[in-house]
């Protein structure tokens, strides 16, 4: 089997060191969007005085992709190809299978150019139980991958689903970027039907729209992750790296750029009514949680807020994942939602 190389021009330290940089603006650098939002502000549950319902009773498990969650919260794609990565994919994956959720794992794409980094990605050794999802850049079908370099990366952490990610605007603000976008559509059918494991698309941040949601359906993916904006702005994260003046004034000027977190997910729902649906992008809390849910979504995932607690250590990352817990089971309760069926067909206010 040939070794897959880097992109012309790319060294395959350069990838690591990118990681590593993305690692650290994360942490240490305002990366929110300036002034877009969610959007998820504008709609709120009608409380409910007397719901009938006791608060142990309230049910948040449901099972996905043959596993079974016991709260419906994803681990979003962050991270791999660092010694550091390596350490906060093992915190999260432990809390992961602590607490019964869903996690995703950052792009592969490092591990599959050089074998050494896939201990990075590992985690089922820590967490045997989770719903896992290895993860490709969609762009990398135009650079040379195609089926057997996604077998690859799924067999090489045990996942039980393929992440293609959308990351357009990163790419084309980047020095380094991959922009060549055209024909990809036909190669995305090709894997989702070749690959053997469910495959899953996301943005990464700027949203999905009805028009590209409805064209990966009929491509045959098996879920759709909205990754809208209002939250971390990848643009803004590259802004942070840019290596000249020029790259970052052309990066800083998408800062806003992006379709909001809940229109994504009500344009998503719309263009493909049936299937599975993650909502994330600037999600912050079991109540934000709740409203994805109403608006028809399975998972809601994050990514910002469990880096940082993971930084910290298990005992943060722990507390974290039960206050967003807790903010959701009472969300639920005060709703008047069972379980997560019904916290499907709550209505929402939207002002």
Known sequence: ??????????????????????????????????????????????????PELNLEDIDTSQELFGRVLRVPLLISSMTGGTEQARQI????????????????????????????????????????????????????????????????????????????HLNVLQEAVQPEGDTRWAGLLDKIEQICHDCGVPVIVKEVGWGLS?????????????????????????????????PTAFHARVARAFADWGIPTAESLNMVRRAAPDLPVFASGGLRDGIDIAKCIALGACLGGMAGPYLRAAVQGEDAL?????????????????????????????????Q
């Open 318 to 350: 722990d507390e974290t994942i039960r206050v967003i817990t807790t903010q959701l089971r009472i969300a639920m309760l005060a709703s008047g939602a069972r379980d997560l069926a019904a916290l499907q067909k709550t209505p929402l206010h939207y």
């Open 89 to 164: 994919n093992r915190t999260l994956a432990a809390a992961a299978q602590q607490h019964g959720m869903a996690m995703g794992l950052g792009s592969q794409r490092a591990a599959l150019e050089n074998p050494d980094l896939a201990p990075t990605f590992q985690v089922r050794d820590v967490a045997p139980d989770i719903l896992l999802f290895a993860n490709l850049g969609a762009v990398q079908l135009n650079y040379g991958y195609g089926v057997d370099e996604c077998r690859r990366a799924v067999e090489m952490v045990g996942a039980d689903a393929l992440v293609l």
């Open 1 to 50: 089997m040939a070794k897959v190389t880097a992109s012309p021009g790319e060294a395959q330290p350069d990838i690591e060191q990118r990681k590593a940089d993305h690692i650290r603006i994360n942490l240490e650098e305002d990366v929110q969007f300036p002034r877009l939002t969610t959007g998820l502000e504008r709609y709120r549950f009608i409380h409910q005085a007397l």
């Open 210 to 242: 009805e028009q590209a949601a409805r064209q990966l359906a009929d491509a045959g993916v098996a879920a759709l992750d909205v990754a809208g904006a209002g939250g971390t702005s990848w643009s803004e994260v590259e802004y942070h790296r840019a």
